[in-house]
């Protein structure tokens, strides 16, 4: 997971340097919650749920 988020922030660092990405940049903070939000729920939906949920 920590390898995911070096990538995202290099990407985002990019935004430094490259003028089309600029945007990322700007709104770095929002693009990496709505990622991890989006990554969290499809593997929230993938998982079990705990013996102590599933009893009943």
Do not use: C, K, N, S
Request: charged share 15%; no cysteine.
């Amino acid at each position: 997971m920590t390898h995911l988020v070096e990538r995202a922030a290099v990407v985002a660092l990019m935004g430094l340097v490259v003028p089309p990405l600029r945007r990322l940049y700007d709104y770095a903070w929002f693009i990496g919650f709505g990622v991890l939000g989006a990554v969290y729920v499809l593997l929230m939906q993938r998982a079990e749920a705990p013996a102590w949920e599933a009893e009943g």
